[in-house]
Structure formats: structure tokens, C-alpha cells
């Protein structure tokens, strides 16, 4: 017989069931036995009966002693069918072993199937960054040698790009909040550091992955603009989301774009600041987010990339 230690799972699991039929098979036998043991009985008694009122002693005597052996016989084997079933029960309900060897492969069971379901969501979580990068795509630009310099579509005048230099750039840091939770507190900044008097810069933040695009803090919406119409006209920091059908395209594609609530002029030398901006990132699976920060003007065919991007791997 095979030790309990050397079964596999499914051995085990066979081993109970049939030990299961076998007490079920022991106890309708025993259940049978006690009813010839009964029925016997009865006989003997009617033949007692039968004995006092008849005068044909042997006869009845040799019946009942056929009885009484057939009795003894029977009772004896339900005697070894009650010891058999009382150790089938022990089988099952007493060995410590087995019991907790069958409760070792439930909980590996259950494990797995934590994994498996675990292993969806990655998978669920995938295919959703495979369907937004596909989004993406056709928006990408076209790299270029030098992807921080700032560029123009069109250009007559000589002299006229030498004038126009930026710089943009992020100053953030990371706070924890547990092990998948992050917030991102930070500032981006813009410096006219050329000779050209620029004109209401146009702000984009792009995320990788698309998923993560959120931004909080001193950022107002197009409704909170137009009813808050006392906001200073002379603060020029003062930022709003766009707020459009083509906005909520490129969100999906995960770009956040932001703009001057007033107009603004951002002259030689000066610095204008998005202040005290707040990402959240919560995520349940191992990746790395990369915000990166755009900046275009309204009046002239002008877009620069921030010196530095927001890099986190969690």
C-alpha cells in the first residue's frame, strides 16, 4: 500500500472517494444483515410458539437449531462488517495526515488561482496600453537630431530663429504614499532667453502611458474661467485646461494641454511659471511613467521640448 506521503493530489482525492463508496457499500450490508438477524429472530420465536402447541419435538428442535446456527452466523458477520465500517470511518475522519494533506493542496489551489486572476488584469492592463500607444501613433512627431531645439515651419526673415530661444524645463518632486501610490508635486517653468517678446505660450504635457494623464492644482476649467471673470487681468499665471472635442482626443492619447486664462506677453529674460502642479499615480502592476512638456505660441509656428522630463519607475 502506498504511503500518504508518496500520493499525488488527485491519488488522494480517488482514495477518499473510494474509501467513501466502500462505507456507504459497508453500511447497507450491515443494514441488510440487521434485518435477517431481525427476520431470524422471529422465525425462532414463531417456532418456539409452534413447539408448545405441537407434539413433533425433533423436528422443531432440528429447525431451531438450524436457526440458531444460521443467527450465530450472521450475527458474527455483522460483528466483522461494524468493525470494518468503524475502521473505514477512522480512515477518513481520524488520519491527521491525509486531512492535512488535502487541505496543503487546497490552499496551493487557491494560490494559483489568486495568480491566475492576478495575471488577467496584467494582461487586461496590457492590452489597454497597446490600444492607447496605437491612438498615439499617428500623433507622434518625427524625431529629430536634436529634439530640444526649438523649431519654425516658416522663416523669411534672416536672423529671425537666432532671436526666438527658450527654456523650458521641470523642478518636481515625488511624494509616497504606499507602495503602488504616488503623488508628483512640482513646477514647470518657461524663460524667454532671447530677444523676442513672445505671446500667450500654449502648454502640453504628454504621458507615457496614456493611462496616467492627470494633473491637479492650480489649474481652473473653461467654466471656472468664465464665471470667476474677477480673476485678476493682470496675473498672468493664472492657467486653465482646454477644454475641447479635440482635447478630449488627445487626452486619450495622453495629452493634457493648458493655457493662459488672460493674455500675456512673456518679455526678454522673464520667466513664467505653471506653480505647484499635482499628478497622482496609483497603479497595481511594475511600469514607468515619463511626462514630458511642450511648449507652443499662438502667433508663431514655435514648439519646444522641456530640457528635462518626469521619470518614475514603480
Same mark, same amino acid.
Given at each position: 500500500?502506498?504511503?500518504?506521503?508518496?500520493?499525488?493530489?488527485?491519488? *488522494?482525492?480517488? %482514495?477518499?472517494?473510494?474509501? =467513501?463508496?466502500?462505507?456507504?457499500?459497508?453500511?447497507?450490508?450491515?443494514?441488510?444483515?440487521?434485518? +435477517?438477524?431481525?427476520? *431470524?429472530?422471529?422465525?425462532?420465536?414463531?417456532?418456539?410458539?409452534?413447539?408448545?402447541?405441537? $407434539?413433533?419435538?425433533?423436528?422443531?428442535?432440528?429447525?431451531?437449531?438450524?436457526?440458531?446456527? =444460521?443467527?450465530?452466523?450472521?450475527?458474527?458477520?455483522?460483528?466483522?462488517?461494524?468493525?470494518?465500517?468503524? !475502521?473505514?470511518?477512522?480512515?477518513?475522519?481520524?488520519?491527521?495526515?491525509?486531512?492535512?494533506?488535502?487541505?496543503?493542496? +487546497?490552499?496551493?489551489?487557491?494560490?494559483?488561482?489568486?495568480?491566475?486572476?492576478?495575471?488577467?488584469?496584467?494582461? #487586461?492592463?496590457?492590452?489597454?496600453?497597446?490600444?492607447?500607444? &496605437?491612438?498615439?501613433?499617428?500623433?507622434?512627431?518625427?524625431?529629430?537630431?536634436?529634439?530640444?531645439?526649438?523649431?519654425?515651419?516658416? $522663416?523669411?526673415?534672416?536672423?529671425?530663429?537666432?532671436?526666438?530661444?527658450?527654456?523650458?524645463?521641470?523642478?518636481?518632486?515625488?511624494?509616497?504614499?504606499?507602495?503602488?501610490?504616488?503623488? /508628483?508635486?512640482?513646477?514647470?517653468?518657461?524663460?524667454?532667453?532671447?530677444?523676442?517678446?513672445?505671446?500667450?505660450?500654449?502648454?502640453?504635457?504628454?504621458? !507615457?502611458?496614456?493611462?496616467?494623464?492627470?494633473?491637479?492644482?492650480? /489649474?481652473?476649467?473653461?467654466?471656472?474661467?468664465?464665471?470667476?471673470?474677477?480673476? $485678476?487681468?493682470?496675473?498672468?499665471?493664472?492657467?486653465?485646461?482646454?477644454? $475641447?472635442?479635440?482635447? &478630449?482626443?488627445?487626452?486619450? %492619447?495622453?495629452?493634457?494641454?493648458?493655457?493662459? /486664462?488672460? #493674455?500675456?506677453?512673456?518679455?526678454?529674460?522673464?520667466?513664467?511659471? *505653471?506653480?505647484?502642479?499635482?499628478?497622482?499615480?496609483?497603479?497595481?502592476?511594475?511600469?514607468?511613467?515619463?511626462?514630458?512638456?511642450?511648449?507652443?505660441? !499662438?502667433?508663431?509656428?514655435?514648439?519646444?521640448? !522641456?530640457?528635462?522630463?518626469? /521619470?518614475?519607475?514603480?
Amino acid at each position: 500500500m502506498s504511503k500518504l506521503s508518496d500520493l499525488s493530489h488527485p491519488r *488522494l482525492v480517488l %482514495r477518499t472517494m473510494y474509501y =467513501q463508496d466502500m462505507t456507504l457499500k459497508l453500511e447497507k450490508e450491515v443494514a441488510f444483515k440487521d434485518y +435477517e438477524i431481525s427476520k *431470524l429472530k422471529k422465525q425462532l420465536k414463531k417456532l418456539q410458539a409452534e413447539n408448545n402447541g405441537r $407434539s413433533d419435538e425433533r423436528n422443531h428442535k432440528e429447525k431451531m437449531e438450524q436457526y440458531n446456527q =444460521q443467527l450465530q452466523k450472521l450475527e458474527e458477520e455483522n460483528k466483522q462488517l461494524k468493525e470494518k465500517l468503524e !475502521s473505514m470511518k477512522d480512515i477518513q475522519t481520524s488520519n491527521p495526515e491525509l486531512e492535512k494533506k488535502i487541505e496543503g493542496f +487546497e490552499e496551493l489551489l487557491s494560490e494559483i488561482q489568486i495568480e491566475l486572476t492576478q495575471k488577467e488584469k496584467e494582461v #487586461d492592463y496590457y492590452k489597454s496600453r497597446v490600444k492607447n500607444l &496605437e491612438k498615439r501613433a499617428p500623433h507622434l512627431p518625427v524625431p529629430q537630431s536634436d529634439h530640444n531645439k526649438l523649431t519654425l515651419d516658416t $522663416s523669411s526673415e534672416k536672423g529671425y530663429k537666432d532671436d526666438l530661444a527658450i527654456i523650458t524645463y521641470f523642478d518636481y518632486s515625488i511624494v509616497w504614499q504606499s507602495e503602488n501610490r504616488l503623488i /508628483i508635486r512640482g513646477d514647470f517653468h518657461i524663460k524667454n532667453i532671447g530677444n523676442q517678446t513672445l505671446k500667450n505660450p500654449v502648454l502640453c504635457f504628454r504621458f !507615457s502611458p496614456p493611462e496616467f494623464s492627470n494633473m491637479k492644482g492650480k /489649474i481652473i476649467s473653461v467654466d471656472q474661467a468664465a464665471a470667476n471673470k474677477q480673476i $485678476s487681468q493682470h496675473n498672468a499665471t493664472n492657467w486653465m485646461f482646454l477644454e $475641447s472635442e479635440w482635447a &478630449e482626443d488627445a487626452k486619450e %492619447r495622453g495629452e493634457i494641454w493648458i493655457v493662459p /486664462i488672460n #493674455d500675456f506677453m512673456l518679455n526678454e529674460g522673464e520667466t513664467v511659471s *505653471l506653480n505647484e502642479f499635482q499628478i497622482p499615480v496609483q497603479t497595481e502592476f511594475k511600469d514607468t511613467l515619463i511626462v514630458e512638456g511642450f511648449v507652443y505660441f !499662438s502667433d508663431i509656428p514655435l514648439k519646444v521640448k !522641456s530640457s528635462n522630463n518626469i /521619470i518614475i519607475s514603480f
